[in-house]
């Protein structure tokens, strides 16, 4: 479709007037096109286009043209590349791109100096550029479902970012520099690879929305964290929590009559003699929780990725009871969650956060 200097506005162009001004949008979505061109008409006039749902290839050198672009949404088309005039575009405070063919981050957007939203997600990105920071004004950044491996330090310099979507990706692990987002209010990262997150985050005080559902790292929280304790360890954390650990443990060492440590645990002398060594052994072996806001002590070896418990534990998601129960299983947190480890998933750690 090509569209001519025009009088009157043809199908897809509506008008209104702001302060006496004429502004002038144009809906082009999923008509068909293979090509557009702008009327020069409107060139000063155009403040929204949206030529989502097409079949364009590339965008003309003319979008340079409209001056007074606020808004463009190119989203599923099959574009893998941008003019070099869309920088003169500097009104521009909303760009989505989603559902085309790039494999690089055009260099063009990082000139969008007044780009506030930008919509990026479903192509083939493999990296983020490093001066991506130069974007200053952003407050929205989609990236999901790329192949992105990686995330630079320098994205954590938007220091106006508010939301921020990298879910369906391949990330194993997010840059400590996450602390610097301090306007962050949702973090989307589900259906990546991470294993493990940056304490950094739990000074994200603004963060009221995460998504962290289809990660190693829930899967293997859920398996690891949430089935009953056993009677054994039960009882011996219960001793711990009635008298403090060092003279329960001296307790059991020095048992002899008389012994301050052995009263101060609140054991006799006979009861400390008739305990059976497994059980002494089992209770000496007792060590703190790595959890700071924790007071337990675990008994076997310690949960893995208790960092994401912390994170959880200052947001009041309700796991802070479990934070330092271990368990020996097998390793199969790649594998597909189970329908009931699924409904503890939901039930538990996601209870707070709404599904995206």
Not at 17 to 29: A, D, V
């Amino acid at each position: 479709m090509s569209l001519t200097t025009v009088r009157q506005l043809p199908e897809g162009f509506t008008e209104e007037y702001i302060k006496g001004e004429s502004r002038i949008s144009l809906n082009l979505r999923d008509q068909q096109l293979f090509t557009i061109t702008f009327p020069c008409n409107f060139y000063n006039s155009l403040t929204v286009v949206d030529l989502s749902k097409n079949k364009l290839t590339e965008l003309p050198a003319s979008i340079g043209e409209l001056a007074n672009l606020q808004q463009l949404n190119c989203s599923q088309n099959e574009l893998s590349s941008l003019p070099s005039s869309l920088n003169k575009c500097q009104s521009l405070q909303y760009l989505n791109l989603s559902g085309n063919n790039f494999f690089r981050f055009p260099q063009e957007i990082l000139s969008l100096s007044n780009l506030q939203h930008l919509f990026f997600g479903v192509n083939n990105l493999v990296e983020i550029p490093s001066n991506v920071y130069s974007l200053k004004k952003l407050l929205t950044l989609f990236l999901a479902g790329n192949q992105l491996t990686s995330v630079p330090t320098s994205l954590c310099r938007l220091s106006q970012l508010s939301v921020l979507n990298l879910s369906n990706n391949q990330l194993s692990a997010l840059p400590h520099t996450m602390t610097y987002l301090r306007n962050l209010k949702t973090l989307l990262l589900h259906s990546n690879r991470l294993t493990s997150l940056p304490a950094s985050l739990i000074t994200l005080d603004k963060l009221e929305r995460l998504s962290l559902r289809e990660n190693p790292l829930i899967n293997a929280f859920v398996r690891k964290t949430y089935d009953p304790l056993s009677l054994k360890e039960l009882a011996a954390r219960v001793l711990y929590q009635t008298w403090k650990v060092e003279d329960l443990k001296e307790g059991i060492d020095n048992n002899s009559p008389g012994n301050p440590a052995c009263s101060r645990s609140g054991f006799t002398t006979s009861q400390m003699q008739i305990l059976p060594q497994e059980l002494r052994n089992f209770i000496k072996s007792a060590r703190p929780c790595l959890n700071p806001h924790c007071s337990g002590v675990y008994f076997d070896n310690y949960v893995d990725g208790l960092t994401f418990v912390d994170f959880c534990g200052a947001y009041r998601v309700p796991l802070l009871s479990y934070i330092c129960k271990p368990h020996d299983i097998e390793d199969n947190t790649e594998a597909p969650l189970t329908e009931e480890e699924q409904v503890k998933l939901r039930k538990v750690i996601l209870s707070s956060f709404p599904s995206s």
